[in-house]
């Protein structure tokens, strides 16, 4: 059973990467369409849809679904959009959506959003030094997510739609990948007493937390 995580990463992965390459296609090889706005908006607009409902936020959940449906409407109507913008729109939208998301968690009072996955995957329990650490991984990620924000509108507004396009579709995903490198390597390298663990572990926390989370309908106690 230990394989399941880690083919799941790989099978998001793949995925990911036929969607990256089909959207630069779209974008950049194939003449202006509203069904390649379509084609290159709906699948991420699904994925926030599903994600939102499963985390409770059922308004963004139905706005993601409505969205779906106004772009495929005036697809069918032939109502020419402004490919470029919204293109632009979902991709430093989604970047800033997540520095706010990472960065509401470090109000006071809140626990940071890398600290609450830490805790799962070590089974509830930090030792202060982890905490902070944690905190502080959370912190960065909302800046970098800000980075890529500012530089993608920068890009879209000083440079070739092209330059943008390739940026968007490569540059950002292979800079996320090398976050999590860097951080992963980062980590051990200033605090080799943490215990380790990987992305499969996180995985593997995650989903058994959702799993626990619906306990009690079924009469079991929540620790």
């Given at each position: 059973?230990?394989f399941?995580p880690?083919?799941r990463?790989?099978?998001?992965a793949?995925?990911?990467l036929?969607?990256?390459?089909g959207s630069?296609?779209?974008m950049?090889q ?10 290159v908006?709906?699948?991420?607009l699904?994925i926030v849809a599903?994600?939102a409902?499963?985390s ?6 139905v706005?993601a679904v409505?969205a779906?449906a ?5 697809a069918?109507?032939?109502?020419q959009?402004s490919?470029h ?6 991709h430093a939208?989604i ?6 998301v990472f960065?509401s968690?470090l ?11 830490a805790r799962?995957?070590?089974g509830g329990?930090?030792v202060p030094e ?7 991984v959370?912190?960065a990620?909302m800046i970098?997510?800000l980075?890529?924000s500012?530089v ?6 000083f440079?070739?739609?092209?330059t ?6 490569w540059?950002?995903?292979v800079?996320?990948?090398?976050m999590f490198?860097?951080?992963?390597l980062?980590r051990?390298r200033?605090?080799?007493?943490f ?26 106690a929540?620790?």
């Amino acid at each position: 059973m230990q394989f399941r995580p880690a083919a799941r990463i790989a099978a998001f992965a793949l995925a990911g990467l036929a969607y990256v390459a089909g959207s630069h296609w779209l974008m950049t090889q194939t003449q202006a369409s509203p069904w390649n706005v379509v084609g290159v908006l709906t699948p991420m607009l699904v994925i926030v849809a599903l994600g939102a409902w499963r985390s409770g936020h059922h308004g963004l959940g139905v706005l993601a679904v409505l969205a779906v449906a106004a772009l495929s409407g005036l697809a069918l109507a032939g109502v020419q959009v402004s490919s470029h913008a919204l293109y632009l729109a979902q991709h430093a939208g989604i970047y800033l959506f997540l520095a706010c998301v990472f960065g509401s968690t470090l109000r006071a009072g809140r626990t940071a959003l890398i600290t609450t996955l830490a805790r799962r995957v070590h089974g509830g329990h930090l030792v202060p030094e982890m905490a902070r650490y944690t905190r502080n991984v959370t912190r960065a990620w909302m800046i970098f997510f800000l980075g890529i924000s500012a530089v993608s509108f920068g890009l879209y507004f000083f440079a070739s739609f092209d330059t943008w396009a390739v940026f968007a579709n490569w540059v950002s995903p292979v800079a996320v990948a090398l976050m999590f490198g860097i951080e992963y390597l980062l980590r051990y390298r200033l605090h080799p007493e943490f215990e380790r663990s990987s992305v499969s572990d996180a995985v593997r926390a995650y989903m058994n937390s959702n799993a626990k989370t619906s306990a009690p309908a079924q009469g079991k106690a929540v620790p």
